[in-house]
């Protein structure tokens, strides 16, 4: 079974940050690109970051200089460190991955930026 947990969310003043935890188990995880996507209420879901498994990193283009993925094989960890959040950044942050022709979701972790 393929399992991602992620933690780290929660209520941040706009210009603070978060650093967002996703444990993965069942696969062989130094293989795998892992991803952080986000959907906020009433749009849809949009990648924010993924991390392959030599370490390239690609960030969508409002993260870009904010947000950094890395990834811990020894612990079997992605992490997202978010710096400078906005409002805008309110969303459930979801992490995935892709195994064997199919998608495996965490459950999410709520980020408020707000005031």
């Known amino acids: 079974q393929v399992h991602l947990v992620e933690s780290g969310g929660g209520l941040v003043q706009p210009g603070g940050s978060l650093r967002l935890s996703c444990a993965v188990s069942g696969v ?14 009433g749009k849809q879901r949009e990648l924010v970051a993924t991390i392959d498994s030599g370490h390239i990193k690609n960030y969508e283009d409002s993260v870009k200089g904010r947000f950094t993925i890395s990834r811990d094989n020894v612990r079997n960890r992605v992490y997202l460190q978010m710096n400078n959040l906005k409002p805008e950044d309110t969303a459930v942050y979801y992490c995935h991955l892709r195994a064997w022709g199919r998608d495996f979701w965490g459950r999410g ?3 408020t930026v707000s005031s």
């Open 109 to 111: 972790t709520q980020v």
């Open 28 to 41: 062989n995880f130094r293989l795998y690109a892992v991803n952080w996507s986000r959907q906020a209420p």
